[in-house]
């Protein structure tokens, strides 16, 4: 409300200003840069690292279409690595097969709310000369080894869409540690304008500014964050005890160095042993006015990237497996126990 009453509704505001400097204390980083949206996040990441045409950037193929969209945006190609079974993200030991001459970056996903082994990547990085983006756009607030995630790579890419742990309806960031980036994506975020002369374009820049009024929105579950996440971790907690032990059910693992994020609870059906596929779970709690996701569809399959992908003799296994296999279910903070109990209760009758 303070906000619209103040009446700066665009992208200029102390809600702005509050928001990235509190956001990026929560990430680690040195600054954040509010965005549009998560995959603005990742297109400007990718200006600002200079990405050409005929460059490749490594990325895990069982992720949102948004993190290959964006390296396609510049003319690069993705080349998509299988996942690590341990982590759902990116497995470190697959990158060096997949570099060539052409790979300039990595950008690693936090799939559903888990951090990927960061050291290990950071290290590969380093040695072969590539920078590192973290996708965290699912992973608000997640921490590898203690340290939270967005900090920990070259630059950290969030989403705060409507179904986010904390959102804006549209919404993104891009934290950055590095203080020359800073200027340059601020440039390149604000049409390339130079900060110290109105209406002077150096470089050709974008408008990929969020609003004051979007942020006010971000600052006040900030504020809340310890009880957004925890009601979401409580939601977690219920549905693994009350889906536990039953045949053909797994859930997300959790490396003993990660606290993943609690973005969507993750369910793993074994048809063979649960009697029904996940296909048929979804119609069958569908048809009790329970909504699901399955997980995403590997990118390496969709008509935009397939042919390539197919040229590369990629094979991603695990992707395959966990995309074949994998759903989620109904997470959100309001949601109550009785709503939890409904949703598992509906699929441990499935078994039966
Ligand atoms: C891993 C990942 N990257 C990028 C995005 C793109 O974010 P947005 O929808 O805000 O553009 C999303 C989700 O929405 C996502 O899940």
Known sequence: MEAIQSSWISSTGKF????????????????????????????????????????????????YVATANAVRYMGAEPVFIDVDPATWGL????????????????????????????????????????????DAAEAHLATYKGRPVGGLGDLGTFSFYGNKIFTSGEGGAVTVNNPQMEVRLRALRGQGVDPARRYYFPITGYNFRLTNVACAFLCAQLERRDQLIGRRREIFALYRQLLSGVPGLDFQPEAEWARSA???????????????????????????????????????????????????????????????????????????????????????????
């Open 16 to 63: 702005i200003d509050r928001f990235e400097r509190e956001f990026a204390d929560l990430c680690g980083a040195r600054t954040a840069l509010s965005v549009s949206n998560g995959t603005v996040a990742l297109h400007l990441a990718l200006l600002g690292l200079d990405v050409r045409p005929g460059d490749e950037v490594l990325v895990p193929s069982l992720t």
């Open 262 to 352: 609690p973005w969507l609870f993750c369910l793993l059906i074994d048809a063979a042993k649960f009697g029904v596929t996940r296909d048929e779970v979804q119609t069958r709690l569908a048809a009790q006015g329970i909504d699901s996701r399955p997980f995403f569809i590997p990118l390496h399959t969709l008509p935009p990237f397939r042919e390539g992908s197919r040229q590369r003799g990629e094979k991603l296994p695990w992707t395959e497996t966990l995309a074949a296999t994998g759903m989620n279910l109904p997470t959100y903070t309001n949601m109550t126990d009785d709503d939890v109990r409904r949703v598992a209760g509906a699929i441990v009758e499935l078994s039966r």
């Open 91 to 134: 497995d470190p030991r697959l990158i060096e097969a997949s570099i060539t001459r052409r790979t300039k970056g990595i950008i690693v996903v936090h799939l559903y709310g888990h951090p990927v082994d960061m050291d290990a990547i950071n290290h590969l990085a380093a040695v072969h000369g590539l920078w590192v983006v973290e």
